[in-house]
């Protein structure tokens, strides 16, 4: 039995892709018994960091703990290699920005990004319509003013008294620090483990989940309720989905979301729609938890505790669930609960500022894919499959900043100047309730021995809030 654990970074032994993903595996009490076959292709992804050999390292830990989880339910893993194929690693690590759609919305807003500040540079994040009320508040702005004018505004302005009125607001911002300006900062010094698996204290309770009735979907069966949105919670219960969980988010009509990350995010599930301040609704909620295997929350820390739902209550309801949590910068410190996203956190914590650094960059320069989000959820089901392989009933967690320290500490590289374009044998095209949908095929669709698919990506609110069977 996996016993409680969290996941530290021995950096004297991350050499390779296999050595990176047996110090991920070795915290949570998994062996690697099958080898690792990669091939090497041109570079996907141009970094000063090792995002490459990371996004592989957390795929081959996967399928690690698949085989770990299917051996402990007495059903035999795949006896060949392990084979990743990079271009499918890394297509799959920008999946959003390749999948093709015809929802006419924009990914990012126009002030969302980088702007100059009167001492250096800020980073907006206005995808949801009241972040961007919180900027035009502070800026006493019209909603609707051009970027220009959020650009004159934030210049008379340093960025420390933006970060500051803004966050007091309800925003979202980032002050764009160096690696050392971070690595001074009050919440740098706490300790922010990279994924923790761990039984609730005197918890004897056992998975209601048995296992798959076909082996060749490893998780068929097992019930997941999604309270996630954007990237890093989405993908972790699309992981769970591609291996035949059955996947329900749960989302709200008052809650705001990104319509031009449903098609890529809504793959392998099903979008039921609650609000948790109606009774009846409430009281739904309450049901679906007591049946789930897997909860998946994805909200800023305190929200779904504050409906009545927070990782205590739902426990008192469920003993048996894996609960898996999820956050920007942890549940401690100086910043725990602060709101945050991938790309937020790196500007903050000087991943930025390193990259433009590296390239000479004339504009700041983030990482050139979602790898924060992508690899918290990678963690997250991988954590939750650690988790079940243990019996469930554990608590999973991780946060954008402990994803940020891992990367940083598998140290630097001279960064490529070109990057390789997605490979079209990756993609697949399929009507949707979307219309036609292009996307990246599953990450784990590599391995020969498991079906690994999704269906078709579902629109909000289409389904209703309860199990196939």
């Not at 070795?26 to 090792?50: L, M, N, Q, W, Y």
Request: charge should be negative; hydrophobic fraction near 40%.
């Amino acid at each position: 039995m996996v016993s409680a654990g969290c996941i530290l970074v021995d950096t004297s032994r991350m050499t390779n892709v296999a050595n990176v993903a047996d110090g991920l595996l070795e915290a949570i009490g998994i062996e690697r018994r099958r080898s690792i076959e990669i091939d090497r292709p041109p570079v996907f992804f141009a970094s000063s960091f090792r995002v490459e050999e990371a996004a592989a390292a957390l795929v081959a830990s996967l399928h690690a703990a698949i085989d770990h989880l299917l051996e402990t339910l007495g059903h035999a893993p795949p006896d060949h290699p392990t084979r990743l194929r990079r271009s499918l690693v890394a297509d799959a690590f920008r999946s959003e920005r390749l999948c093709v759609h015809t929802v006419d919305a924009p990914l990012w807003d126009n002030w969302s990004g980088h702007v100059r500040s009167a001492d250096g540079f800020v980073q907006y994040h206005t995808n949801f319509a009241h972040h961007r009320r919180a900027v035009a508040d502070t800026f006493g702005l019209p909603i609707d003013a051009p970027r220009a004018d959020l650009e004159a505004a934030t210049a008379r302005v340093t960025s420390e008294e933006i970060d500051r009125r803004l966050t007091d607001s309800g925003g979202i911002v980032a002050v764009m620090r160096t690696l050392d300006e971070w690595d001074q900062h009050p919440h740098a010094i706490e300790e922010h483990q990279l994924l923790t698996v761990a039984p609730p204290v005197s918890s004897t309770s056992t998975r209601r989940w048995q296992g798959p009735s076909n082996p060749r979907r490893p998780l068929d069966g097992l019930r997941v309720v999604d309270c996630t949105r954007i990237i890093a919670g989405p993908v972790a219960s699309r992981l769970l989905g591609s291996l035949g969980a059955d996947v329900v988010r749960i989302g709200s009509p008052h809650l705001p979301v990104v319509d031009a990350a449903l098609p890529d995010t809504t793959l392998g599930k099903r979008f039921a729609h609650l609000d948790l301040r109606d009774t009846d609704d409430h009281d739904c909620f309450g049901e679906l938890i007591s049946s789930a295997d897997v909860v998946i929350d994805g909200y800023r820390p305190g929200a779904l505790d504050g409906q009545g739902f927070g990782r205590h209550a739902i426990r008192a309801i469920a003993p048996h669930i894996v609960h898996v949590d999820l956050s920007a910068f942890g549940t401690h410190g100086a910043w725990a609960g602060r709101r945050g996203f991938d790309s937020i956190t790196q500007t903050a914590t000087g991943i930025v500022d390193a990259e433009t650094a590296a390239f000479r960059a004339d504009t700041p320069k983030p990482l050139p894919c979602q790898f924060l989000d992508h690899g918290a959820g990678h963690l997250l089901a991988l954590g939750t499959i650690a988790a079940l392989a243990a019996g469930g009933g554990a608590d999973v967690t991780t946060s954008l900043l402990a994803v940020r320290n891992w990367l940083v500490s598998l140290g630097r590289t001279e960064p490529g100047s070109i990057e390789t374009s997605s490979d079209e044998s990756n993609l697949e095209t399929r009507t949707s309730p979307y219309g036609p949908v292009t996307h990246v095929h599953p990450v784990l669709a590599t391995e020969p021995g498991w079906d690994v698919s999704w269906d078709v990506a579902s629109l909000p609110g289409a389904d209703t809030p309860e199990w196939i069977s």
